[in-house]
């Protein structure tokens, strides 16, 4: 039997998920998640604002398989620049579930790279305000 640990002693990890960014002809809702496969799997049900509560497949079977690990799941606009507002010093671990996965349902992507990498419209039709050299070495910008 496995022993029971504090939060404080439980290694903390955050799982985000993007809402939606395409809207073909709708009001725009960045705050909505219906189309987007990482927010819903941590969303659950359709719905035009994320739940305080995340119930979606993907907490529910974390939280059960794997007890002794503190998760917090966050939705966050596809946006540029959305995550700088997460604090990701209070995490031993964050993952990113990435886009690229509308044309499918049968695959999600891990985000590797991708603020190195970033290009095209946000959700509000912006455009990155820089196209970071996809050939930098993050090691080397990081002090």
Sequence with gaps: KK????NEQKRKV???GFLDWRFNNEPINIWRSRDNPSSRLLVGDACSSPPIIKNGELPKLLETILPE???HFQTIPTIWNSSYSLDLTKFDVVIHLGLGVYDRTD???LENGAFNQRN???ALGMTAE???DINLDLEDTIQ
């Excluded at 022993?3 to 504090?6: A, E, F, L, P, Q």
């Design 14 to 16: 955050l799982v985000t």
């Design 107 to 109: 695959r999600i992507l």
């Design 3 to 6: 022993k029971k640990m504090s």
């Design 69 to 71: 690990i503190d998760f």
């Design 130 to 132: 820089q196209k970071i």
């Design 120 to 122: 095209g419209n946000d």
